[in-house]
């Protein structure tokens, strides 16, 4: 199975070909994908592209859909 | 501004899209098929890390032609008649048909409880989504909790997935559950998968009258209490997955304007079409009821909509079947009052605005406590507080406006809009 590189918060790692971005971040380590308007840590609900408690700064776009976004080679994802 | 020319286009790529897509085939390629997914298949037939699209997906798929396929493409406003604008990654749309098959599924209902918005907490299908999409739950603690064969379906995959599935928490009584299951005799094709569901979990402790009451921990969930039957317990947990069941997600047909009835559906005739000419609405969009209904309804609109009536008709016996068993299943799985308890004054409602049980206390409706409280104004668009606030306070959300999901403002630049 072919492998991607890509960085979460500057950290390099590889998953494989087919992994969507929220799955990427966990296996990063990351437990919190943003913080709420009132601070607190927030992580994916619906896994389905409802709820939008996954999103993240994706190669500079920001708010993106982890979960309903595929890694690429070279992608540069940053939690907020 | 792009712009694609169909005959049909068909928008959600889950079991009822898919289905319309096969039989509007027979007659016509000059089909459209947009989903939000990167993937084909919806929710229940997802692909993920190991094969991109399932063998169901597929096997709907074989003989439809040259069909265009928009994957990661959200529909996200009507621009007058038989036209809707489409946002992928990269571009906008314009997308022009002279039918519309509506099949955006259902999302999962979720219930406010004390820890809710904890990271790890999640819905079930949402954690199975997660899981399909590569992340590893090998050796990961997982309570599931809620109401429903979904939970066992989840359950079981979980565990085929190397996670050590703890506890499944059903909230109906055990009395329910027996009736239902000797109703099943009346539906050989979901006893064998009873049956093998049943297989599959061998080991894993199942206790009806119990639900989730709090989830615990700082960062991170660690620990969930349930009320157990009657008693409470603390249990250890990695994730807990939820599932409560399902809402339609009725948005793009609100805004299209068609009809909706009761509790939450779109009003449709028995050739699938809603009371807007040449727009048909299939499967949970319709009323939850599952895969077989999804299909037969997903069939019945791909023919009626090409003209091909009578193949229409020789679906009707299958939806009829599929109904009164899902009728079977809201009467089996109906939700308990207490989980309406379940909430404490200072539980978030809203997620997206953090806004507090205690904060919506004030308010006598939801159009109220959206303009006092911003519940239901931010990037999800009530679509998890509304159902939520629904259940808790009798409210009716309403005002569903384009664009409607968030889109960017570009992908409004350019278009001409209808006076």
């Not at chain 1, 960085?7 to 990427?24: L, Q």
């Not at chain 1, 992580?43 to 776009?61: H, K, Q, Y």
């Not at chain 2, 999302?107 to 004390?114: G, V």
Request: charge should be positive; proline fraction near 5%.
């Amino acid at each position: 199975m072919s492998e991607i590189q890509l960085t979460v918060n500057g950290c390099e790692i590889k998953v494989p070909a087919g992994t969507i971005v929220a799955a990427a971040i966990a296996f990063a380590g990351v437990n919190t994908y943003r913080h709420s308007v009132t601070g607190e840590p927030r992580a994916p609900l619906c896994g389905m592209g409802i709820c939008f408690e996954c999103r993240v700064t994706i190669n500079d776009s920001a708010h993106r859909l982890s979960c309903q976004t595929l890694c690429e080679e070279g992608m540069r994802v940053v939690t907020t | 501004m792009n712009h694609l020319q169909f005959k049909i286009l068909v928008v959600g790529a889950g079991p009822a899209g898919l289905a319309a897509v096969s039989s509007a085939s027979q007659s016509t390629t000059d089909i459209g098929l947009i989903d939000d997914n990167p993937m084909l298949g919806g929710q229940i037939w997802r692909g993920g890390v190991q094969s991109a699209q399932t063998t169901q997906a597929k096997r709907w798929f074989e003989g439809t032609g040259a069909i265009t396929i928009l994957n990661g493409a959200r529909a996200i406003a009507p621009l007058g008649a038989n036209v809707m604008l489409v946002e992928t990654a990269t571009q906008a749309i314009e997308v022009h048909y002279e039918r519309l098959i509506v099949a955006t599924g259902a999302r999962e209902l979720f219930l406010p409880f004390p820890g809710w918005t904890l990271p790890g907490v999640m819905g079930a299908g949402g954690l199975q989504a997660l899981v399909k999409g590569g992340l590893s739950v090998s050796g990961k603690r997982i309570v599931v909790a809620g109401s429903g064969p979904l939970l066992l379906a989840v359950a079981a995959y979980l565990k085929g997935k190397g996670a050590c599935v703890q506890m499944i928490a059903e909230q109906a009584p055990w009395q329910k559950l027996s009736a239902f299951a000797l109703q099943l005799v009346r539906y050989p094709e979901h006893i064998r998968q009873a049956v093998q569901l049943g297989r599959s979990l061998l080991g894993v402790p199942i206790y009806a009258s119990s639900w989730i009451k709090q989830a615990h921990g700082t960062d991170h969930l660690q620990a969930v209490t349930l009320n157990q039957n009657g008693h409470a317990s603390m249990l250890a947990c990695d994730y807990l997955a939820c599932g409560f069941g399902l809402v339609p997600n009725i948005e793009l047909p609100t805004v299209l304007g068609c009809s909706i009835i009761d509790d939450g559906r779109v009003q449709v005739d028995e050739w699938q079409q809603s009371s807007l000419q040449g727009v048909y609405c299939v499967g949970e969009v319709t009323g939850v009821g599952g895969l077989d209904l999804s299909l037969a309804e997903g069939q019945i609109a791909g023919s009626a909509a090409t003209g091909q009536l009578e193949e229409a008709r020789q679906r009707f016996p299958a939806r009829d079947r599929a109904r009164r068993f899902a009728t079977l299943l809201q009467r089996s799985f109906a939700l308990r009052r207490e989980l309406k308890t379940l909430v404490e004054d200072d539980t978030i409602v809203c997620r997206c605005e953090d806004v507090r049980y205690r904060d919506l206390l004030p308010y006598a409706n939801w159009r109220s406590a959206k303009l006092h409280t911003r519940c239901g104004m931010g990037p999800c668009q009530g679509r998890v507080c509304g159902p939520a606030a629904s259940l808790l306070f009798g409210w009716t959300p309403t005002s569903v406006r384009p664009p409607v999901t968030a889109a960017r403002i570009v992908s409004f630049a350019h278009v001409d809009w209808p006076v």
